[in-house]
Structure formats: C-alpha cells, structure tokens
C-alpha cells in the first residue's frame, strides 16, 4: 500500500533540521549497485573498476551480502544518525559496533520479514549481536577501504556542494522552499512536511523532535529513510550533480603546473582521474616505479594525493584540494 506520510513540524523541530554527510548512508546503495547485474547509466565507470576488487576480496558472499539485499529494506543500525556535520568513517563504524543488542535483533526480525528468511551468519548475529557485530564492521571497513575511500573526495565534494546549494536556498527563500525543492515526491504544507507514495505512516509521535537530511551520491533517483527514536528522523536524497560525477576532469591544468609541481609530479596527477596503484601508473607514464613512488610520496606529503590499502596493493587518489587545483589550472 502507498500512503501520503505527513511529519508535523513544531517551532522546536524547525529548529534542529540540519544536514550532515555520511560516509556510511553510501555503503548500502554502493555495495547494491556493485552486486545488481544491471547496468548504471551514471555509476558504470565507478562499477567497472571497483567490482573486481570487491569480488577478489570475497566481500560479494559475505555479511554485506546477507545484509544489503538487492532492494528492499537496509537494517537501521547500518546507518546510525550522526554525531555532526560530516563525521569520519571510523566513527560510524564505531557507532554500529555500539548499537544495543535488542535493536540489532529487532532490525533483523524486520528483515525476515522482508526476504522470507536469514541467512546463516545474520542468524548468528540475531543469537549473538555483541560478538559478531565486530566481524560485520570489520567487513564494511574493508569494504569502504576498497571501494568508497579511494573515491571519497570527489564523492564528498559534490555532497557538501549540495548542502551549500540547500543552505544557500534557505538563506535566499525560507526552509519551505527547502523542502519543496528536495525531491519530487517531498512538500512543505502549513506547519508540516509531506512525503508522497511512501510505504507506511510518518508522525512525529513516532519520530524523534528535529529532522536530519543527507544528501547521497549513490541512492539513487528514490528516498531513503531511518526513523529510530530518540535520533532525529533521517531522510537521505539523491544529492544534485551526481550526474556528473565521473565524468572525466580537464586534463589541461597538469601542462600548467608543470613549472610549479615538476612535470613527473603534474603527469602523475592527471593520470589519477581513476584511483591507480604505483605499478598501473609506472606502466602508463614510463616512470620507474621507485620514482612513481618518491613523487606520490611528496605528492601525499602535499596533501594532493591520498593513499588507499586494496588487498596486496595501495591505491592513490587524488584529493579534493588537487582536483580544485587542476581545475583552476585549466580555467587559467
């Protein structure tokens, strides 16, 4: 059944709508998107390169597998609400290993529901939650590392872009036009927030007081939602520009950087538009890899390169700060 859910707003829950970016609301999407056999107009460049090494590390038959099924309902301590505006992965990561053992068993009850049944290690978690919870961090750490760390700073810029756009709309036209600009199935009406062919209910007698929303580069074109008092309701949307995510960026900029970086420095740069490790770059620049590696390693040292254990291998990535530079580069 579709309902029209309506979440009343008082004076006080106006007040504590923030926005926040997590690292953990991109597990979930991410990790359906890698495991579904169909095709993504968008993702497709993030899928093809990061699928191999989440099926050689075995994390496609493992606890994520048995969690985040390929639609449907996501186990609500997955996605714990956060503590501030962009919170490290660490630190959600330790919010789930924190999380009551009676919730744990009433989100996987909920999911039982959904499939029909749980699989062998959810069954262990449903009889153990202290015990096992650590093996399913441990896993979504090792999946974050292999899959959304390397990533992660152009992912998180266009997420904090959209926040600004969303600030900047309240700061210019009010909270209303906020919500009504947020998605196309979400509206401001009176002193209350409606959010359309929604699955079940939403009051705020359910809810906790406040609302958190999280912008998301991978749900999708949907809404997703988490609503566990005493937490404010958390809705996640698809943040704007994800469209544009990986499109490739202007090489340009690294010819003008050469005189300031060294031309090893700036080639190496513009050959991380996809995450490399030092043997890939070596074999596409002609670098030794002893200097491939001495120059990533200034390059790290410089704050416009990061470096990401995959398996046996690290990967680099460019940073934020080097995809700001390049493209200032290139307009000049």
Do not use: C
């Not at 968008?42 to 994520?64: D, F, I, M, N």
């Amino acid at each position: 059944m579709v309902v029209l859910a309506e979440l009343a707003f008082s004076a006080g829950d106006l007040a504590q709508v923030r926005f926040a970016v997590s690292p953990m609301w991109e597990v979930a999407p991410s990790f359906r998107l890698l495991t579904s056999r169909a095709g993504h107009p968008v993702h497709r460049p993030w899928v093809e390169q990061v699928r191999p090494r989440v099926v050689a590390a075995g994390l496609h038959e493992g606890w994520l597998a048995e969690l985040i099924t390929s639609a449907g309902y996501v186990p609500d301590f997955l996605n714990p609400a956060p503590a501030g505006p962009a919170p490290a992965p660490a630190a959600e990561l330790r919010a789930i290993l924190a999380s009551p053992a009676d919730r744990v068993r009433e989100d996987l009850d909920h999911l039982a529901r959904h499939q029909g049944h749980l699989g062998p290690r959810l069954r262990a978690l449903h009889a153990d939650p202290p015990s096992r919870l650590a093996k399913v961090v441990h896993e979504i750490e090792r999946y974050w590392d292999l899959a959304l760390a390397p990533y992660w700073g152009r992912v998180k810029a266009v997420l904090d872009a959209d926040i600004h756009h969303r600030a900047r709309t309240v700061a210019e036209h009010g909270a209303g036009r906020l919500f009504d600009d947020l998605h196309d199935s979400v509206s401001w009406h009176g002193s209350a927030l409606r959010l359309a062919r929604r699955k079940r209910q939403l009051s705020r007698e359910s809810a906790g007081a406040g609302l958190l929303l999280i912008p998301s580069a991978f749900s999708g074109p949907g809404l997703r939602s988490r609503v566990r008092p005493p937490d404010p309701p958390q809705l996640a949307y698809p943040a704007r520009g994800t469209g544009g995510l990986w499109e490739k960026r202007p090489a340009a900029g690294a010819g003008v950087l050469a005189p300031v970086l060294g031309r090893s420095r700036a080639l190496l740069l513009s050959e991380l538009e996809a995450p490399a490790s030092t043997t890939e770059l070596a074999h596409r620049t002609g670098l030794s890899p002893a200097a491939v590696s001495q120059y990533l390693t200034a390059l790290r040292d410089a704050g416009l390169v990061s470096a990401h254990r995959a398996g046996r291998s690290v990967l680099y990535a460019r940073t934020a700060a080097a995809e700001t530079l390049l493209e200032a580069a290139s307009s000049a």
